[in-house]
Nanobody
Framework: QVQLAESGGGSVQTGGSLRLSCAAS????????ISWFRQAPGKEREGVAT????????NYADSVKGRFTISKDKAMDTVYLQMSSLKPEDTGMYYC????????????????WGQGTQVTVSS
């Protein structure tokens, strides 16, 4: 089993920055992909960024390209999401997710999820 714990959320004004962290514990040796998702009230959950832990390949939703960066520490125990130039439409609960299979922005690919951290961007 893999446990994921997000932190770093908060409230910022438009144009501000936040860095989210996702700490992984448990059986993490076989994790292939860790990704970030978000869900705004009344909307479906959407994939934000993915990180292939073997090749360090990344992928981003079009809505965050150039503003968000996903990265990890060497041990792959913590994955970060650096968010810059934040907009009100970035508001939502942010979740990290992990799997032992392929990366992608589809939530059905992931079987391990954290509890989420709230991000609120005010105009």
């Amino acid at each position: 089993q893999v446990q994921l714990a997000e932190s770093g959320g908060g409230s910022v004004q438009t144009g501000g920055s936040l860095r989210l962290s996702c700490a992984a514990s448990g059986t993490t040796d076989n994790i292939f992909c860790i990704s970030w998702f978000r869900q705004a009230p009344g909307k479906e959950r959407e994939g934000v960024a993915t990180l292939d832990t073997i090749g360090t390949h990344t992928n981003y939703a079009d809505s965050v390209k150039g503003r968000f960066t996903i990265s990890k520490d060497k041990a792959m125990d913590t994955v970060y999401l650096q968010m810059s130039s934040l907009k009100p439409e970035d508001t939502g609960m942010y979740y990290c997710a992990a799997n032992h299979g392929g990366c992608g922005l589809d939530d059905w690919r992931y079987n391990f999820w954290g509890q989420g951290t709230q991000v609120t961007v005010s105009s």
